[in-house]
Nanobody, 115 residues
Framework: QVQFVESGGGLVQPGGSLRLSCAAS????????IGWYRQAPGKERELVAW????????NVADSVKGRFTISRDNAKNTVYLQTNSLKLEDTAVYYC????????WGPGTQVTVSS
């Protein structure tokens, strides 16, 4: 089964940083592009960053451009999201999943940005 477990979230002040990790299992990670998504309370889940299977192509949503960076280490079955210069509006539960051929959602990791 395709599974994802996110970690690394926490409570940070505006301007702070967190490094989120996505541990993937149940498939060959190097065969799939991966996306990071987030969902704030009362809002739709949105895609914030994605990376192709090899890792040579990546992009982020306009809302986090210049602040977030997605990366992957296929040998560790892990995808990362470096979140810098965090803003209040970045507060959400962050999830990872295959960009295509999506599996079940993992538990997510809570990022709370508060002053």
């Amino acid at each position: 089964q395709v599974q994802f477990v996110e970690s690394g979230g926490g409570l940070v002040q505006p301007g702070g940083s967190l490094r989120l990790s996505c541990a993937a299992s149940g498939f060959i990670l190097s065969n799939y592009g991966i996306g990071w998504y987030r969902q704030a309370p009362g809002k739709e889940r949105e895609l914030v960053a994605w990376i192709n299977n090899i890792g040579n192509l990546r992009n982020v949503a306009d809302s986090v451009k210049g602040r977030f960076t997605i990366s992957r280490d296929n040998a560790k079955n892990t995808v990362y999201l470096q979140t810098n210069s965090l803003k209040l509006e970045d507060t959400a539960v962050y999830y990872c999943n295959r960009y295509n051929f999506m599996g079940a959602w993992g538990p997510g990791t809570q990022v709370t940005v508060s002053s």
